[in-house]
């Protein structure tokens, strides 16, 4: 069995004189170097300068070691790496000093320079095969993965090394290389269930999907709009939206009730318009929302039902478009989400797809009322709250998240009262 401190150098050797407790300091200064310079044999290369010690025995135990001069205690001396191979050749026929500084420390030496250079190698290989695999892609997706550009931009998003902690990072790069030359022209469509033969469930969820979405650039968005932007139709009878208080024209809801418009019903609704003029729907994020709002209604025994809509987390494009749809039937909107970056994305989504919708209690006042101090590094700008110039610089400010959960008591009121309460922003 290959000795696991020095691959070997040991065989054959005597080791005893040489791990005499008196010569520890000088195989440790010995494992310092090799530990700096990355080299485990230390049998070349400049030579090395120790610090001679003071106590006469450990002076006396190197004195055969370091050739030259008596050894004076505080001396700073060099050590040829050549000519203490060849003095430690006479213990052992492949012993080096880095391979007895190691028995000496009990470690393999130069560790994390072998790791170091071990990780520099795999980077390389994906760099290779990412490169490789992306020009041999099919000319409309090469448009997303640029073999030039495509290691910079997955590496500046942190996929690199997500990749690399996975069990086999060479097999799951080339199974989302595979994934994505399948992928449809522009105006063609393809199911996701069929772009990896034989698993239909294989971009379901995990690293796989991911990896796919982030290779085309569409990881920022929600992944159904990422795989739709793609021409790739997932599922499209799970999410949606969820509902309670409006209804598509010509559905029979029972009053009070709570449904779910799935994905295949949304490109093709029309809604019923509301029963007077100026009636507003609330656009929430959070099912919490919806659901508190419509048990308040049940144990005020209210009149009428909570007008709310829920996109269940970010919403795709065609659930956005149906949030649009309302204010095309007649009715006002009210639209809001967390105030986080993915909330923010979420409300700039909803606005692009329905203009005329107003942002409901999404102002900098709203978020300063709720959000405590934290240690978060937000680095938003203007652009990410179009709604409000103020918004972005309070978040950045308070280094704070803030959820629509923290204010339930006010929107729940809002709900309530049938309208969005918003006063003009007001800044301390």
């Known amino acids: 069995m290959t000795c696991p401190l020095c691959a070997g150098a040991c065989a054959g050797a005597d080791l005893g004189p040489l791990l005499n407790p008196d010569l520890t300091w000088l195989w440790s200064e010995l494992a310092a ?90 980077v390389e290989q994906l760099r290779t095969q990412l490169q490789t695999g992306a020009a041999g892609l099919p000319k409309h997706v090469r448009a997303l993965v640029a073999p030039e550009t495509v290691f910079d931009r997955l590496r500046s998003t942190g996929w690199i090394a997500r990749i690399l902690n996975t069990s086999d990072p060479s097999v799951l790069l080339g199974a ?3 994934v994505v030359g399948r992928l449809p022209e522009p105006g063609a469509r393809i199911d996701r269930r069929v772009l990896v033969p034989g698993d239909p469930h294989a971009l379901d969820t995990g690293t796989l999907p991911a990896l796919v979405l982030a290779l085309t650039g569409n990881s920022a968005t929600a992944p159904r709009s990422g795989w739709a932007h793609l021409g790739v139709d997932c599922d499209d009878l799970l999410g949606g939206l969820i509902i309670t208080g409006v209804t598509p024209h010509n559905w029979q809801i029972p009053p009070g009730a709570t449904f779910t418009l799935p994905p295949r019903e949304l490109p093709r609704i029309v809604w019923t318009p509301p029963p007077t003029a100026g009636a507003w729907v ?3 994020e959070n099912p919490s929302v919806l659901a508190a709002a419509s048990t308040q209604a049940l144990a005020a025994d209210a009149a009428t039902t909570p007008r709310v809509v829920c996109t269940a987390g970010t919403p795709s494009h065609v659930e956005c478009a149906a949030v649009g749809a309302l204010s095309d039937a007649g009715w006002n909107v009210a639209v ?5 970056p993915a909330g923010l994305a979420h409300m700039r989504a909803l606005l692009a797809a329905a203009p005329a919708a ?16 934290a240690t978060l590094d937000l680095h938003l700008d203007e ?10 610089a309070a978040m950045n400010a308070r280094r704070a998240h803030a959820y629509e959960e923290d204010l339930l008591p006010i929107l729940l009121a809002d709900i309530a009262a049938g309208t969005p309460d918003t006063p003009p922003t007001v800044l301390a």
């Open 176 to 178: 989302a290389l595979q």
């Open 358 to 373: 107003l942002p409901w209690r999404m102002s900098a006042a709203d978020y300063l009322a709720v959000a405590t101090e």
């Open 33 to 122: 170097v090799a530990d700096r310079r990355g080299d485990p044999l230390l049998t070349e290369g400049p030579a090395v300068t120790v610090t001679i010690p003071a106590p006469p025995a450990q002076r006396a135990a190197a004195a055969g070691l370091i050739n030259g001069r008596p050894l004076v205690p505080g001396q700073r001396r060099r050590i040829d790496l050549g000519e203490l191979t060849a003095v430690l050749a006479v213990r052992g026929p492949a012993l080096t000093p880095g391979a007895v500084a190691a028995h000496a420390s009990g470690r393999r030496l130069a560790a994390k320079a072998r790791a170091r250079a071990a990780q520099e190698r795999a």
């Open 383 to 392: 652009a990410d709250a179009p709604w409000d110039p103020h918004l972005a």
């Open 336 to 340: 809001r989400a967390d105030f986080d």
């Open 282 to 284: 609330f656009v929430t």
